[in-house]
């Protein structure tokens, strides 16, 4: 995603499983956007020109507007930002001709946009949306054989990448207590093209010259059928619907009486991912005929229609509830203790069939499942206003799954090295607890800051 107009950026850094879930085991990138001025009319606009050595032009605009709909009660930010890459790898025939030049260039726009209602003094809505669109040229990947920057792929790699995430937060101010809702929808539609040159034409000679196949001319010919292009058409769309809510209390204040604060809320998430694959050798089976005399199905086993050499469709299902929780104990205004969990439980299904030459192995359909608790511990302590000193323990964790398939008649072998007549189903979710100690400090009226920290990362199976 292209990010802009942003507040601030946090780096979490250690598992943050208790409030963030399993995809945080290794920590937490939270950015966070500018709000909504309910009474100042705004905008900000900027752009960016620049030449790139070997390749042309590119640009970058960018623009935000901000205003108040309604002063004081309601208002509407919008922002937008168009990319241009020019690209700086050229593409050259098997003869060393330039046919195409930047291949590798990209467009991308963007366009966010929010609206923040104060409905009542207790009662905020802010519905939200950011939506991208990418479209990819040409990868930049280069032949170390060529000149630099000069690549002669058979296979034009490019693409359209689709994002777009409406959401909707709700906030009521109970005065003990804010209560939030955040509800959200993702979509993405990514078709691409990719070379698989290597992996299907250059793998299949390989494979028929193993045998000791011959051609008519008698002798190893497989090198005709590597000769031969191997586009491969995938396609992803992506849907995921997210749901949490959470109680928060108000932040600690001395002079209340009151050492406690908490938060504790529940989450559900429901993500559907269904790719496809089309996998062809253009132009196979007419080399095929032409170089071995016979059908490719008297030697291989199986026809080849449309040169289509391997598809596949799969339906994958994740689903995740949490219910979470973390309190504090303020023992002094410099002394905090925290304690947290979080307790989720995952499910993950996949459903996919295939067909062509490459699908010998059958789809590894099946449910995984997991339940997790995710607890955290910390003490923290402020030396003075500048330097805070902690230590904390927490465990991390990520969701296991579902193996693709790995065909069996030509990759045996290799299954057989490893003990394995077939792909496992699928693998284990990975664990660890993270034990750390360390200080933060900010000195010189904040001209240095410095935090230093030791740990401990211990991982289970």
Known sequence: PQLFDLAQSEVLRGPQGTLYGASSMGGTIRFVSNKVNLDDFEGTASGELSGTQDGGVNYKAKGVLNIPVVAGQMGLRVGFETTQDSGFVDHATLGGAIDRTGINGYRSNVIKASLLWDVTDALTITPAVFAQKTVINDTGLVDFATPNY?????????????????SIKVNYDFDWADLTSVTSYAFRHFPRTTDGTFFNSVFVGGFIDGFGITGVDGNLDGKNLA?????VFNSLNTRQLTEEIRLVSKPYDPESGNPFTWIAGLYYSDSKNFGTSAQYIPGFYSTFQ????????????T???????????????????AAFGELSYNLTPELKFTAGLRYLYGRSALNGVQGGFF???????GVTKAYAPTPKFSVTYDVNPNVTAYATAGKGFRLGGINGPVPVIQCGPDLAAFGLDSAPIGYAPDKLWNY??????????????????AYDIECSK
């Open 150 to 166: 000069i690549t002669t792929k058979l296979v034009q790699e490019g693409g359209n990448d689709t994002l777009a995430v409406p």
């Open 227 to 231: 000769a031969l292009p191997g586009p």
């Open 290 to 301: 032409r170089t071995y005399g016979v059908p490719a199905a008297d030697i291989l086993g």
């Open 303 to 321: 026809d080849i229609p449309n040169d289509l050499f391997f598809d596949f469709a799969t339906k994958l299902d994740d689903r995740e509830y």
């Open 359 to 365: 699908a010998s192995s059958p789809m590894q359909n």
């Open 436 to 453: 750390e100690v360390g200080a933060k400090g900010r000195f010189f009226d904040n001209q240095l800051s410095v935090n230093s920290s």
